[in-house]
């Protein structure tokens, strides 16, 4: 083989090319799955690339098959279909999770009113999530045990939200009356509120929307943001089909914060659909200023890394400085 001769180049054509490569890298797209923030095992989504709802390949008792990974659920669950069992049963299974061997679930039918995905093996709730750190990208989610280094990803841009009293990997120190479900904080105007984050939430009919209690509603309304009704929305629940009142805010942007205000994104493209009291629980049964927001989220974050050990969640927030500098809105 012949040898490949260096060649000389002047200083002057050095620097450029240096120049030219720096700016070559910077303007390139970066990987989001290029290495994991946290460490683990890299998942790569189930399902066609426009679905909402994250989704991994695990086995569960020998069965292959399609999880959802559900921020939104507090208790994991089997196909009862797929294990030929009663619904609303428990059974003890092993899951290839790392570091877990085995784990109780809940049988269900997901083509039930309201679970949602015929044809899904599992869901994975918090139950489980609280116990793992999780890296959602666009094209994968990658789970390991270990928690975050702050300073690394402050480093990186990312932006912490406490989840103090929300979501953690130590069940006593979440607030009386809440779920272990993890949150953000969204702002209209002078109004400010927390926002469970729900990747199980599959908000494709109408993208970036918001659940808001009556209570959320009641307060936007006195503050005087402009709430415009749209045409209500038929959603799937618990309890069967119910109609919900549908707002479309125009004058005023969504913003996404941490718990100190610190901004991460915002969007003038959204909805607000106010989630009535019923027998499901959640958010519409509080009688306090509370959120939801669906997994089109996800896409609007970028990357989010849930981080239940140190009690946070780290959200990209790049396109939050666009928006700050003048971008266009981040559909």
């Given at each position: 083989m012949p040898l490949a001769r260096k060649a000389a180049l002047p200083t002057a054509a050095v620097a450029m090319l240096a120049c030219t490569l720096a700016f070559a890298d910077f303007a390139k797209?970066?990987?989001?799955?290029?290495?994991?923030l946290c460490g683990g095992e890299r998942y790569a989504l189930e399902g066609p690339p426009e679905s909402l709802t994250p989704a991994i390949a695990l086995?569960?008792?020998?069965?292959?098959?399609?999880?959802?990974?559900?921020?939104?659920?507090?208790?994991?669950?089997?196909?009862?279909?797929?294990?030929?069992?009663?619904?609303g049963a428990v059974r003890s299974a092993s899951i290839s999770l790392p570091t877990f061997e085995r784990g109780d679930f809940r049988l269900a039918r997901y083509d039930a009113p309201g679970r949602g995905?015929?044809?899904?093996?599992?869901?994975?709730?918090?139950?489980?999530?609280?116990?793992?750190?999780?890296?959602?990208?666009?094209?994968?989610?990658?789970?390991?045990?270990?928690?975050?280094?702050?300073?690394?990803?402050?480093?990186?841009?990312?932006?912490?939200?406490?989840?103090?009293?929300?979501?953690?990997?130590d069940l006593s120190t979440i607030g009386a009356g809440?779920?272990?479900v993890p949150v953000v904080y969204l702002r209209l105007g002078e109004v400010r509120a927390?926002?469970?984050?729900?990747?199980?939430?599959?908000?494709s009919v109408i993208p970036h929307s918001v659940d808001i209690n009556e209570a959320l509603y009641d307060r936007l309304a006195a503050s005087g943001v402009r709430l415009e009704r749209e045409a209500d929305i038929g959603v799937l629940t618990c309890e069967?089909?119910?109609?919900?009142?549908?707002?479309?805010?125009?004058?005023?942007?969504?913003?996404?914060?941490?718990?100190g205000g610190e901004p991460i994104v915002e969007t003038m493209s959204f909805r607000l659909i106010v989630k009535t009291a019923n027998g499901c629980g959640g958010i519409g049964a509080m009688a306090t200023?509370?959120?939801?927001?669906?997994?089109s989220f996800l896409k609007l974050f970028g990357t989010i890394v849930f981080d239940p050990k140190s009690a946070t969640v780290w959200?990209?927030?790049?396109?939050?400085?666009?928006?700050?500098?003048?971008?266009?809105?981040?559909q």
């Amino acid at each position: 083989m012949p040898l490949a001769r260096k060649a000389a180049l002047p200083t002057a054509a050095v620097a450029m090319l240096a120049c030219t490569l720096a700016f070559a890298d910077f303007a390139k797209p970066q990987d989001p799955d290029a290495a994991a923030l946290c460490g683990g095992e890299r998942y790569a989504l189930e399902g066609p690339p426009e679905s909402l709802t994250p989704a991994i390949a695990l086995t569960a008792d020998g069965v292959k098959g399609a999880f959802l990974l559900d921020t939104g659920a507090t208790r994991s669950s089997l196909s009862a279909d797929a294990f030929s069992s009663a619904e609303g049963a428990v059974r003890s299974a092993s899951i290839s999770l790392p570091t877990f061997e085995r784990g109780d679930f809940r049988l269900a039918r997901y083509d039930a009113p309201g679970r949602g995905g015929s044809g899904r093996l599992g869901v994975i709730g918090t139950d489980f999530l609280s116990l793992l750190t999780a890296e959602f990208t666009p094209s994968a989610v990658t789970l390991g045990d270990r928690p975050c280094d702050a300073k690394a990803l402050r480093g990186r841009g990312f932006i912490p939200v406490s989840e103090k009293g929300f979501f953690s990997s130590d069940l006593s120190t979440i607030g009386a009356g809440l779920a272990n479900v993890p949150v953000v904080y969204l702002r209209l105007g002078e109004v400010r509120a927390w926002a469970q984050i729900d990747t199980g939430d599959g908000d494709s009919v109408i993208p970036h929307s918001v659940d808001i209690n009556e209570a959320l509603y009641d307060r936007l309304a006195a503050s005087g943001v402009r709430l415009e009704r749209e045409a209500d929305i038929g959603v799937l629940t618990c309890e069967g089909r119910e109609s919900r009142r549908v707002y479309a805010v125009k004058d005023r942007a969504l913003a996404i914060e941490n718990e100190g205000g610190e901004p991460i994104v915002e969007t003038m493209s959204f909805r607000l659909i106010v989630k009535t009291a019923n027998g499901c629980g959640g958010i519409g049964a509080m009688a306090t200023p509370a959120a939801q927001l669906g997994a089109s989220f996800l896409k609007l974050f970028g990357t989010i890394v849930f981080d239940p050990k140190s009690a946070t969640v780290w959200i990209e927030g790049k396109a939050g400085g666009l928006q700050a500098a003048g971008f266009a809105d981040v559909q």
